[in-house]
């Protein structure tokens, strides 16, 4: 009784450490992402230790995961640091999220049922609330928006059977959505045109018009890819001429 007391308390322990792993290492991605950390800022244990309510041990693996991801770097002797943001990685990174996000959706229309096309009509109908206000309302809601764009394009891809596709998929999208955090706050002009983007690319994949709905998400995705070149650009000269 005693034995079989002590291992289900030490397969709960296990479960409680395996979650808090899992938790912290979604919440520090996202935190990367959104820009809470700045790139290249340093990642110090301390300060992520109290912020997340998790070890060191626990903390140390998140890390290591993410720097598998591309999201953080380890340096010797200086610890870790978030990655940094270049004009050369964004134009790769962007190519690879075309071509997989691409490849994806042509495979979600082929095996894609009715509830799937359901399912993309009420996840861009719930975006739509939020895209639909003026910028000002829109930023105040931004954290609800950044969610709901995800499960947007998630929406588009989810029929798609390739497991492997999906997940270099999604990875590229958080790498992606790392740099659109970049031109958040200089694309209220752009707002509605993102909008009507989104509605023809939701429209185009439920009619199951593969070549249309996959051109449309290129140019969506470019365009995006294009202002934050705008802007990274620059930094990326004046690094140079130092």
Same mark, same amino acid.
């Given at each position: 009784m005693a034995d079989g007391a002590t291992k289900s308390g030490s397969q709960a322990t296990h479960r409680t450490g395996a979650a808090a792993g899992r938790d %912290?290492? +979604?919440?520090?991605r996202s935190d990367i992402v959104s820009s809470e950390f700045k790139p290249e800022a340093r990642l110090k244990f301390a300060e992520l230790t109290s912020r997340y309510d998790v070890g060191i041990g626990t903390l140390r693996e998140a890390l290591s995961q993410l720097a598998s991801e591309g999201f953080v770097t380890l340096e010797a002797g200086k610890g870790f640091k978030v990655a940094p943001v270049s004009a050369e990685e964004l134009v790769e990174i962007t190519d690879l999220f075309i071509n997989f996000e691409k490849r994806a959706v042509r495979?979600? $229309?082929?095996?894609?049922?009715?509830?799937?096309?359901?399912?993309?009509?009420? %996840?861009?109908?719930?975006?739509?609330?939020?895209?639909?206000?003026?910028?000002?309302?829109?930023?105040?809601?931004? +954290?609800?928006?950044?969610?709901?764009?995800?499960?947007?394009?998630?929406?588009?891809?989810?029929?798609?059977?390739?497991?492997? @596709? @999906?997940? @270099?998929?999604?990875?590229?999208?958080?790498?992606?959505?790392?740099?659109?955090?970049?031109?958040?706050?200089?694309?209220?002009?752009?707002?509605?045109?993102?909008?009507?983007?989104?509605?023809?690319?939701?429209?185009?994949?439920?009619?199951?018009?593969?070549?249309?709905?996959? +051109? @449309?998400?290129?140019?969506? $995705?470019?365009?995006?890819?294009?202002?934050?070149?705008?802007?990274?650009?620059?930094?990326?000269?004046?690094?140079?001429?130092?």
């Open positions: %912290v290492l +979604a919440r520090l495979e979600a $229309i082929v095996h894609g049922d009715e509830d799937w096309e359901a399912n993309i009509v009420a %996840v861009h109908h719930r975006l739509s609330l939020i895209e639909g206000l003026p910028w000002a309302d829109r930023m105040e809601r931004h +954290a609800e928006w950044v969610q709901r764009h995800r499960e947007f394009h998630e929406s588009l891809v989810s029929a798609c059977p390739g497991r492997w @596709l @999906l997940r @270099l998929r999604s990875m590229m999208f958080d790498q992606l959505d790392r740099y659109r955090f970049v031109t958040k706050n200089s694309s209220g002009s752009a707002g509605r045109q993102k909008f009507e983007e989104h509605r023809q690319i939701m429209e185009a994949t439920v009619a199951r018009d593969a070549d249309r709905a996959a +051109a @449309l998400i290129e140019t969506h $995705i470019r365009d995006t890819s294009d202002r934050a070149l705008k802007i990274l650009a620059p930094a990326d000269g004046a690094k140079a001429a130092v």
